[in-house]
């Protein structure tokens, strides 16, 4: 059973940094594409990352480029996504995702995580 926690979140002030982290259990990350997803009230899930199964390549949507970077270490069967410059706009909710080989989106996908709160206010 593919299964996956989201943690890290929290509440931060504008221009601060968290880090999210995704542990999957019951299967390896290895040859899986894992991607990151926010949900803010009110609005519908949307990709922020992407990490394909290689590592190799990334992606990111334009809101979240030059702020978040997405790493993984398969060792640890785990992904991250390390948030910097936080702004207001970025609270939500963040999910990660799965998807065998190639970056899960929000129709496309093996499995999601819970999710984890971020909250960006002064």
């Known amino acids: 059973q593919l ?7 929290g509440r931060v002030q504008p221009g601060g940094s968290l880090r999210l982290s995704c542990v999957a259990s019951g299967f390896t990350l290895d040859y899986y594409g894992v991607g990151w997803f926010r949900q803010a009230p009110g609005s519908e899930r949307e990709a922020d990352s992407c990490i394909n199964g290689s590592g190799g390549t990334t992606a990111f949507a ?4 030059g702020r978040f970077t997405i790493s993984r270490d398969n060792a640890k ?3 991250y ?4 410059s936080l702004k ?6 963040y999910y ?27």
């Open 96 to 122: 990660c995702a799965v998807r065998k080989y190639f970056c899960p989106g929000t129709e496309e996908f093996d499995s999601w995580g819970q999710g984890t709160q971020v909250t960006v206010s002064s």
């Open 62 to 65: 334009d809101s979240v480029k």
């Open 77 to 79: 069967n785990t992904v």
């Open 81 to 84: 996504l390390q948030m910097n």
């Open 88 to 93: 207001p706009e970025d609270t939500a909710v």
């Open 3 to 9: 299964q996956l926690v989201e943690s890290g979140g």
